[in-house]
Nanobody
Framework: QVHVVESGGGLVQAGGSLRLSCAVSGRTFSGYTMGWFRQAPGKERDFVAT????????YYRDSVKGRFTISRDNAKNTVYLQMNSLKPEDTAVYYC???????????????????WGQGTQVTVSS
């Protein structure tokens, strides 16, 4: 059984930083693209960032470019999302997901991911 567990969320003031972690167990981690998504109240789940299975390429939504950094540690089966210069509009539940396809490219759509965590709440106060 695959488990995807996010952690690291919390309450932070605007301009602050948080580092989210996502640990995967129950399946091979290497070879799978990982993604972070977020969902604010009353809104759809949006793509935030993705990292190639090799760790050599990443992609971000425009609103977080230059502020967020996605990374992975294949030895620890963990992917991270470093979030700096946080803004109130970053407030959401953040989800981590593992891609359906192995040894594939970067994926930006929720339908391209197979297993999801339960989410971690990030709240940025103004």
């Amino acid at each position: 059984q695959v488990h995807v567990v996010e952690s690291g969320g919390g309450l932070v003031q605007a301009g602050g930083s948080l580092r989210l972690s996502c640990a995967v167990s129950g399946r091979t981690f290497s070879g799978y693209t990982m993604g972070w998504f977020r969902q604010a109240p009353g809104k759809e789940r949006d793509f935030v960032a993705t990292i190639h299975w090799s760790g050599e390429s990443t992609y971000y939504r425009d609103s977080v470019k230059g502020r967020f950094t996605i990374s992975r540690d294949n030895a620890k089966n963990t992917v991270y999302l470093q979030m700096n210069s946080l803004k109130p509009e970053d407030t959401a539940v953040y989800y981590c997901a593992i891609s359906k396809a192995r040894y594939s490219g970067l994926w930006y759509g929720a339908a391209d991911y197979e297993y999801w965590g339960q989410g971690t709440q990030v709240t940025v106060s103004s």
